[in-house]
C-alpha cells in the first residue's frame, strides 16, 4: 500500500552535490518502488527535477544494479517510451526478529522473499555476543551481502534506537541496540516494534490491504496495540503507543514501574490458556459462553474498542495466536467489536502469521531509501 499520492518535491539541501544527488536518488528509488514501473519523462515529472539531472540519477540506479528496463509504454502512436522498473530482488536485507525467547536471522529481498534463516534460543537480549554470532553465521551463509539490518521486538524503541520494557526478550532497562549493531555490522540498522510492524504488514498486503486507517490487537502470549494512518505507523510521542497491556480493567491498575501491564498479565491468551487448562476445559470444548471464554471476550474487544475510540479506524485486525480460536469464538468476538463500537468499523484476522512482520520491514525499508541506497560522496567508487 503506497502512502504517496502526491507529486514529490525535490530536497532543498545546503549540503552540496552530494546531498543533493542523494536526495535525487532516495526519491527516485521511492517513486519506482511506489509508482513504477514509469518512464523517464514521467519519473522526472513526478519527481519535480530536470530531466537532464533524472537522467544521471537514472545511470547511478542502472550502475548500482537497481533498476532496470522492463519495456515499452503502450501507445497509440510514435515511439513508445522505455519504461523502468526497480529490482525488488537486487535489495538484501538482514531481519533480526524476536518472539518467545527465541531470534531468528534471516537474509530477505525488498519482495519479502526469504533466502536463507538461521533460529538461536536467546533468553535475554542484552548478551550481545549471541547476535554477533548469528550475524555473522548468516553473513557466512549468505551468498551476497545485505545493504541493512532490520530488527523486530516486543518492546519500546526509542527514536535513537534504544529499547527498553521488553521484558519478553529479558531486557529490563535500557539497551543501545542501533549503536551496538551498526559497529557489528558497519551497516545502516533500522529497529522497530514487533506489533507496530504486523500492523504495517497487514496494512500493506493482508488483512486491512489498501485500508488507509488501521488498528491492529495482538493477543498471543503478551498484548499489543498499534495504528497505521495513511500507511504509516503512529509512534506516539514517546514512540510507546499501542502499549494496550499497560490498560486499566476491573479495577486493576498498573503499578510505577511494571515492566508487564495488568491487562496484559490477566487476559493475554496464555493467561487464559492457564484459566481453562486449571478448570480441565480446552477451546475445543468451550463455547463463547462458556465463563472463563466469555470474560476474556470482553476483555479483548474492550481493547479493540479503545483503540476504536482513541484512533477512529476502519478497520481492527486482530493478530497472534487468537487467529487460531474456534470460528465460532472469533465470529463472537467480531460481533462484541462492531456492535459496541461508537462508529463503524470492520473486523478482521491477521492472514500473514509471523510473516507480516516481515512485510512490515519491506514496507519501512521501502520508504526509507537511505537505508539501501550507497552514501552518495565523490570519494564513494560504488558510483560512476
Given at each position: 500500500?503506497s502512502s504517496?499520492?502526491?507529486?514529490?518535491?525535490p530536497?532543498?539541501?545546503?549540503?552540496?552535490?552530494?546531498?543533493?544527488r542523494g536526495s535525487?536518488?532516495?526519491?527516485?528509488?521511492?517513486l519506482?518502488?511506489?509508482?513504477?514501473?514509469?518512464?523517464?519523462?514521467?519519473?522526472?515529472?513526478?519527481s519535480?527535477?530536470s530531466?537532464?539531472?533524472?537522467?544521471?540519477?537514472?545511470?547511478?540506479?542502472?550502475?548500482?544494479?537497481?533498476?532496470?528496463?522492463?519495456?515499452?509504454?503502450?501507445t497509440?502512436g510514435?515511439?513508445p517510451a522505455?519504461?523502468?522498473?526497480?529490482?525488488?530482488?537486487?535489495v538484501?536485507m538482514?531481519?533480526?526478529s524476536?518472539t518467545?525467547?527465541?531470534?531468528?536471522?534471516?537474509?530477505i529481498?525488498?519482495?519479502?522473499?526469504?533466502l536463507?534463516?538461521?533460529?538461536?534460543d536467546?533468553?535475554?537480549?542484552?548478551?550481545?555476543g549471541?547476535?554477533?554470532e548469528?550475524?555473522?553465521?548468516?553473513?557466512?551463509?549468505?551468498?551476497?551481502?545485505?545493504?541493512?539490518?532490520?530488527v523486530?521486538?516486543p518492546?519500546?524503541?526509542?527514536?535513537?534506537?534504544?529499547?527498553?520494557?521488553?521484558?519478553?526478550?529479558?531486557l529490563?532497562?535500557?539497551m543501545e541496540?542501533?549503536?551496538?549493531?551498526?559497529e557489528v555490522?558497519?551497516?545502516?540498522?533500522?529497529i522497530?516494534n514487533?506489533?507496530n510492524l504486523?500492523?504495517l504488514?497487514?496494512?500493506?498486503r493482508g488483512a486491512?490491504?489498501?485500508?488507509d486507517?488501521?488498528?491492529?490487537?495482538y493477543?498471543?502470549?503478551?498484548?499489543?496495540?498499534?495504528?497505521?494512518?495513511?500507511?504509516?505507523?503512529?509512534?506516539?510521542?514517546?514512540?510507546?503507543?499501542?502499549?494496550?497491556?499497560?490498560?486499566?480493567?476491573?479495577?486493576?491498575?498498573?503499578?510505577?514501574g511494571?515492566?508487564?501491564?495488568?491487562?496484559?498479565?490477566?487476559?493475554?491468551?496464555?493467561?487464559?490458556?492457564?484459566?481453562?487448562?486449571?478448570d480441565?476445559l480446552?477451546?475445543?470444548?468451550?463455547?463463547?459462553?462458556?465463563?472463563?471464554?466469555?470474560?476474556?471476550?470482553?476483555?479483548?474487544?474492550y481493547?479493540?474498542?479503545?483503540?476504536?475510540?482513541?484512533?477512529?479506524?476502519?478497520?481492527?485486525?486482530?493478530?497472534?495466536?487468537?487467529?487460531?480460536?474456534?470460528?465460532?469464538?472469533?465470529?463472537?468476538?467480531?460481533?462484541?467489536?462492531?456492535?459496541?463500537?461508537?462508529?463503524?468499523?470492520d473486523?478482521a484476522?491477521?492472514?500473514?502469521?509471523?510473516?507480516?512482520?516481515?512485510?512490515?520491514?519491506?514496507?519501512?525499508?521501502?520508504?526509507n531509501a537511505?537505508l539501501?541506497?550507497?552514501?552518495?560522496?565523490?570519494?564513494?567508487?560504488l558510483y560512476?
Open positions: 500500500m504517496m499520492s502526491h507529486s514529490l518535491q530536497a532543498v539541501s545546503p549540503a552540496g552535490g552530494a546531498s543533493l535525487r536518488l532516495r526519491t527516485a528509488a521511492r519506482l518502488l511506489d509508482e513504477g514501473p514509469l518512464s523517464r519523462a514521467t519519473l522526472a515529472r513526478r519535480g527535477y530531466p537532464a539531472s533524472m537522467t544521471a540519477t537514472i545511470r547511478d540506479l542502472v550502475h548500482l544494479g537497481l533498476v532496470m528496463d522492463t519495456g515499452k509504454a503502450s497509440t510514435g515511439r522505455s519504461l523502468l522498473g526497480f529490482d525488488r530482488s537486487a538484501l538482514t531481519l533480526l524476536f518467545d525467547h527465541r531470534l531468528t536471522a534471516s537474509q529481498d525488498l519482495s519479502g522473499h526469504e536463507v534463516r538461521i533460529v538461536r536467546v533468553k535475554h537480549l542484552d548478551t550481545p549471541v547476535l554477533t548469528a550475524l555473522h553465521t548468516l553473513s557466512a551463509a549468505a551468498a551476497k551481502p545485505s545493504r541493512c539490518v532490520a523486530s521486538l518492546g519500546v524503541v526509542a527514536a535513537d534506537g534504544s529499547v527498553s520494557s521488553a521484558p519478553a526478550v529479558g529490563k532497562s535500557s541496540l542501533r549503536s551496538h549493531l551498526g555490522t558497519g551497516l545502516p540498522v533500522l522497530e514487533d506489533v504486523l500492523a504488514g497487514e496494512a500493506a486491512a490491504k489498501d485500508r486507517d488501521v488498528g491492529l490487537v493477543i498471543g502470549a503478551g498484548i499489543g496495540g498499534a495504528v497505521v494512518r495513511e500507511g504509516k505507523i503512529e509512534p506516539g510521542a514517546t514512540r510507546s503507543a499501542g502499549e494496550i497491556g499497560f490498560l486499566p480493567y476491573g479495577g486493576v491498575w498498573a503499578a510505577p511494571d515492566t508487564e501491564g495488568p491487562f496484559e498479565r490477566e487476559w493475554s491468551l496464555a493467561a487464559v490458556n492457564a484459566r481453562l487448562i486449571r480441565g480446552d477451546w475445543e470444548s468451550v463455547t463463547a459462553a462458556t465463563p472463563v471464554v466469555d470474560a476474556a471476550l470482553d476483555a479483548w474487544s481493547a479493540a474498542l479503545v483503540t476504536c475510540c482513541v484512533a477512529d479506524p476502519a478497520t481492527i485486525v486482530f493478530a497472534g495466536d487468537v487467529c487460531e480460536l474456534p470460528q465460532g469464538v472469533l465470529d463472537e468476538l467480531t460481533r462484541r467489536v462492531t456492535s459496541r463500537s461508537p462508529h463503524p468499523v473486523v484476522f491477521a492472514w500473514l502469521g509471523q510473516g507480516g512482520v516481515a512485510a512490515g520491514v519491506v514496507e519501512l525499508v521501502s520508504s537511505e539501501f541506497l550507497p552514501d552518495p560522496s565523490p570519494t564513494n567508487h560512476p
